[in-house]
């Protein structure tokens, strides 16, 4: 709730979404310390990397791959507690051990997702999916 009253503070006045992307993956990282996190923006007919902290990642991904294509193509939030049950799940870093993917509709369209990496089993819960779902109604 605190990092949620952070983070409007920080979108105010700030409509372009790239900004607004960048300056959310950053809040996110440093309050949480997660291992990625960051957005694939919908291009066409796949998923491109967006603004993000945390190593480099996967560029390109398509609809229905990993667990950020499965979130686009079923339109809803994807809690991972271990990747490597995750079937297809693609590893962009070795050291990703759970994750969470919110996608962001706008007119009914998934126009990006939101992904969090932990480098932790299991450490994305309910209250993750709460907050980084009102994030993802509001930017
Ligand atoms: N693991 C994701 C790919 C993106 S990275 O984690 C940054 C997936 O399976 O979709």
């Known amino acids: 709730e605190s990092v ?3 983070w409007t503070g920080l979108m105010e006045g700030e409509s372009d979404t790239i900004v607004r ?6 809040l996110l990282k440093v309050c949480f310390g997660w291992w990625w996190v960051g957005f ?3 291009m066409n007919d796949e998923l491109l990397l967006g603004p ?3 190593p480099p ?6 609809t229905g791959k990993g ?7 079923q339109r809803k939030t994807i809690v991972v507690p271990d990747v490597d049950l995750f ?4 590893a962009c870093s070795a050291a990703s ?3 969470i993917v919110v996608p962001i509709i706008r007119n009914e369209t998934v126009i990006a997702v939101l992904d969090a990496d932990s480098e932790h089993l299991n450490h994305f819960d309910e209250t993750d999916v709460f907050w980084l779902e009102k994030i993802a109604k509001s930017i």
């Open 21 to 26: 992307m960048a300056n959310t993956a950053a």
């Open 40 to 42: 694939y923006r919908v």
């Open 87 to 90: 079937p297809g799940h693609i």
């Open 97 to 99: 051990r759970s994750e």
């Open 57 to 62: 990642a996967c560029t390109r991904i398509k």
């Open 4 to 6: 949620f009253q952070q």
């Open 67 to 73: 667990v950020c294509g499965t979130s686009w193509e």
């Open 52 to 54: 993000f902290q945390g």
